[in-house]
């Protein structure tokens, strides 16, 4: 088998294309608006459909939307190779966070069915619905997770951040049915599926600063938030309090932050992998010139692959609160808690990956997953699965995220070759 792995080129022209149309028909005139579970997502999912059709894959959505592209294998029983990830974005982000995954499949897959390469077993690529959950839906992979028969009933009630309307209803407004998720029913299983890939860019400077083109990621991490933090103090004038009567929430939620902060480099210190963010820290619109604070809210996020790096933030929030209270006279609302667990990445497909670049001489590295991602989901639902980072610059979530086309081919050529050897 090995002896015609050279001739297995992914189409890389076929990719560069549909990031070249995708960008075209989602350009918001700052960056790249592709709404989950809207038009943008459904723009999207359009577009690469036709393009898997014009290659001969089988093309099926799931009942939640999730859509499926089939390289047929001679074995249609034995378990598929699943790769894939999201085609929606954040609010003017980038066009590669997410698509990059997509494409790369298809890439690798199109080359495959050029050269006439047949698998045993179905390769499937798969464009997730609505990952960048974070941006438009307050829970994390819906999409994957309603395929994987893991999103609860109540998650689909959860309200989409510009319209106020369900996740459910937007389901239903695409064509989908949200009561498939809310049964329970499960599409991709540990007994249908041998592996799940996501390529993705690794939204990070890391790549670009050791120039090196590719990474496996060992895990992703997991993460508690708080998204609706509150401080109430007391609003005073600033001139006629002094201070031991004063109930400054501003000042009391500066304090902890500074805190956390000083926890975090503390750990961090000890050996412990974690990002400690204050995502916004503000007083409300009664604040002014000549007044004291008396409110401030504020959103959290800790996310680590360890969470216990995680928990011991949290630890000295529950100590640091009452203690900011009783000296400062304010109270903390901290408001509902959400997050998602940490997952650690498959080691026999992290060790296939490493083959499959060695054997083309494409340099690679090994690094845990800063953002979380949708095969953190297939891994929690006991699917092995694995990620490969391609380089990019500017981070992600901004109309400035870049990638070079040819460490995009290069991620491609690794991708090709895993799924000759792991589907050959
Ligand atoms: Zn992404």
């Known amino acids: 088998m090995s002896s015609i792995l050279p001739n297995l080129l992914p189409d890389l022209e076929l990719a560069n294309r549909l990031f070249d149309d995708l960008r075209a028909r989602s350009f918001d005139g700052v960056g790249i608006t592709r709404e989950a579970y809207g038009p943008g997502e459904r723009m999207a999912h359009a577009l690469v459909k036709e393009a898997a059709e014009a290659v ?53 897959v199109a080359g495959l069915k050029r050269a006439g390469f047949v698998p045993e077993r179905d390769i499937t690529i798969i464009a997730t619905r609505a990952e ?56 991709v299983s540990p007994e249908n ?11 990070g400077p890391v790549l670009d600063a050791e120039e090196i083109p ?47 902060d000083d926890r975090w480099a503390a750990l961090e210190m000890q ?73 650690p990445m498959d080691a026999e497909i992290q060790a296939g990956l490493a083959r499959s670049a060695e054997a083309l001489a494409i340099p690679h590295l090994s690094m845990a997953s800063g953002g979380g991602h949708d095969a953190a989901a297939f891994a929690a639902a006991g699917i092995p699965s694995a990620m490969l980072f391609v380089r990019n610059q500017h981070g992600s979530h901004n109309p400035h995220e870049a990638m070079r086309p040819e460490d995009f081919g290069e991620a491609c050529r690794v991708v090709t070759h895993w799924l000759a050897e792991i589907a050959g």
């Open 132 to 187: 960048e959950a974070g941006a438009w839906f307050p829970t994390s992979y819906p999409g994957s997770r309603g395929a994987l028969g893991r999103l609860k009933a109540e998650e689909l009630e959860v309200k989409r951040q510009d319209s106020g309307r369900s996740l459910a209803d937007h389901m239903k407004e695409e064509g989908f049915d949200p009561s498939f998720a809310a049964r329970g029913e499960v599409v």
């Open 214 to 260: 590719v990474a496996i990621v060992t895990g992703i991490p997991g993460s508690r938030r708080l998204r609706q933090g509150r401080v109430l103090g007391e609003y005073n004038h600033s001139g006629g309090t002094p201070r031991k009567y004063r109930k400054d929430a501003a000042i009391a939620l500066a304090e902890l932050a500074v805190r956390l």
């Open 271 to 343: 050996g412990h992998k974690l990002v400690v963010t204050f995502c916004t820290l503000a007083t409300t619109a009664e604040a002014g010139f000549t007044k004291i604070p008396g409110e401030a809210t504020f959103m959290l996020d800790v996310r680590s692959v360890n969470p216990a790096s995680v928990d011991a933030i949290f630890d000295e929030l529950a100590k640091a609160v009452p203690e900011i209270e009783a000296r400062r006279g304010v109270k903390f609302d901290l408001g509902p808690e959400t997050g998602s667990k940490s997952a």
């Open 193 to 203: 599926t041998a592996a799940f890939l996501e390529v993705h860019i690794e939204q």
């Open 56 to 108: 001969g894959l089988e093309c099926n959505p799931d009942p939640v939307g999730n859509l499926y592209m089939t390289l047929p294998g001679k074995n249609r029983q034995a378990k598929k190779v699943l790769l894939g990830s999201h085609l929606d974005s954040v609010p003017q982000g980038g066009n590669f966070d997410g698509a990059v995954g997509v494409l790369a499949g298809l890439a690798a």
